[in-house]
C-alpha cells in the first residue's frame, strides 16, 4: 500500500501530466485511499477532467471531489444561449436521440431528462454537453426504456466480462433483478471497475446497475 504522501504526489503528477487539466488551480490530499480534490477552474470539463486523473491512479479507492467551477466575466453565459449550445450539439451528435430528450438549464446547472434505450445514449447526451461553455455542473436524470423481450441478462454479462482482456471476471459477482444488475466482488483499479460497469450497461435488457466492486489497491 502506498503511504498517503506517496499517493498524494502520484495524482498531483497525473493532474500535471494531463494537458486538460490546470494543476495548479487543484489542491490534493490523500487519506487511506481517499483523494480529496479542491479548487477553482473555469470550466466543468476540466473539473470532470481533474476527477477521472486522480481515479487513474493506482492505489486510490474513491474521489471526494470539492472542486467548483467559477466564470470570469468573459466566461459567462446566459442560460438560453447554453441551452441553445446544448440543443445544436446534440443535433450534431448521431448518438443522441434528441427528439426524446429535455434540457432544462438554471443559472448554469444543467438537468438532462427524457426515456432512451440504451445506456450509450444517456452517456452521449451527457458527453455532449459536458464541454459547452458556460456549464456549471451537470445532472443525467435520462432513464432507460425496459426492454420487453426475455433475455438472460446475467448469462450475457459474465460472457461480456470474460471477453475482455482488461477485467478479471473471476473476481466478479454478477446478480440480477429484473433489469437490474447487481455487481459485488473486487478490482484492482478504477479503470477494471469502469470496465466492468461499460460491459454490464452495454448488455441489453439492462435498465439499472448497483456497483458495490471494492477497489483492491496493488
Known sequence: MKTNEQLQRDVMDELKWDPMVAAS??????????????????SFSKKYAAEKAAMRVNGVVAVAE?????????????????????????????????????????????????????????DAAYKAVRDIAGVRSITNAITLKPRLE??????????????RATVNADNIRV???????????????WNERREVEKAVWASPGVTDVEDNIAITAL
Open 150 to 163: 426475455k433475455i438472460d441478462i446475467e448469462k450475457t454479462i459474465r460472457q461480456a466480462l470474460h471477453r
Open 66 to 122: 470539492d472542486i467548483q467551477v467559477r466564470f470570469s466575466k468573459a466566461g459567462r453565459r446566459d442560460d438560453t444561449a447554453i441551452a441553445e449550445a446544448i440543443l445544436n450539439a446534440f443535433k450534431w451528435n448521431t448518438l443522441v436521440p434528441e427528439s426524446k430528450l429535455k434540457v432544462k438549464v438554471e443559472e448554469g446547472w444543467v438537468t438532462l431528462e427524457g426515456a432512451v434505450d440504451w445506456q450509450f445514449e444517456k
Open 25 to 42: 488551480e487543484i489542491g490534493v490530499s490523500a487519506k487511506d485511499g481517499v483523494i480529496t480534490l479542491s479548487g477553482y477552474v473555469d
Open 175 to 189: 446478480r440480477t433483478e429484473g433489469g437490474k444488475v447487481i455487481l459485488n466482488g473486487k478490482a484492482n483499479t
